[in-house]
């Protein structure tokens, strides 16, 4: 199976030297890549993180949204698996400045604009033959939201959790598929939690767990 993973927190620019991004370690997304690897899977790792790329992958490093998106619909055809873990910005400058903003005794207003949803077109582009995983990572409603984004998403399994979950090693995660019960792991570590995806994606592709 060759598996198509994303990883970290994008970083939006707002001059040469400042951007916005998130508090995400890409962890979860490393873990899946090695996972992947060790039960003999090919894995392209698309990733914004400053984490050392785990030995045996295809690296493509990214820094923004924009470019991970670009990332993605490159080697998208080519996988089985496509398994978003990364916390891609939902907004990125307008106009972001060429040259390194000076700082002024006054408010300053940037304008935002939405980024393109990587996982909602990958959903609406994936063939008969693919899966697309999902993470919802929410603060309230955790499972309402996350049933939300999996049928709107078109996804074939999402992983919900928490902010609790940013930066650890251990954390509680609860697995969701269209008409399957949920699978809670309360806490474990990422390590864990990231085989049994492994395992949930070959099952999917194999088409032992009807989608």
Request: hydrophobic share 40%; proline share 5%; aromatic share 6%.
């Amino acid at each position: 199976m060759h598996l198509l993973i994303t990883a970290g927190g994008t970083r939006e620019y707002i001059d040469p030297v400042r951007f916005i991004t998130n508090a995400s370690s890409g962890r979860m997304g490393y873990a899946l890549t090695r996972a992947a690897v060790k039960a003999g899977h090919k894995v392209t790792l698309i990733s914004a993180s400053d984490l050392q790329p785990p030995v045996g992958v295809e690296f493509v490093g990214v820094n923004s949204a924009a470019e991970m998106f670009g990332a993605v619909k490159k080697h998208f055809p080519q996988c089985d698996c496509l398994i978003m873990t990364a916390a891609v910005a939902d907004y990125t400058p307008v106009r972001p400045a060429k040259t390194k903003m000076k700082k002024q005794d006054k408010s300053l207003t940037i304008k935002l604009k939405p980024t393109v949803d990587i996982l909602k077109w990958a959903g609406k582009k994936k063939k008969k033959n693919q899966i697309v995983v999902g993470f919802a990572l929410e603060d309230k409603k955790l499972r309402a939201n996350a049933e939300k984004k999996l049928r709107e998403k078109n996804l074939d399994m999402i992983i919900a959790n928490t902010p609790a979950a940013i930066g650890t090693e251990k954390a509680s995660f609860q697995i969701g598929r269209p008409d399957r019960k949920w699978l809670k792991f309360v806490p474990e570590t990422k390590v864990k939690v990231a085989k049994k995806i492994i395992s949930l994606a070959e099952e999917l592709i194999a088409g032992n767990c009807p989608k």
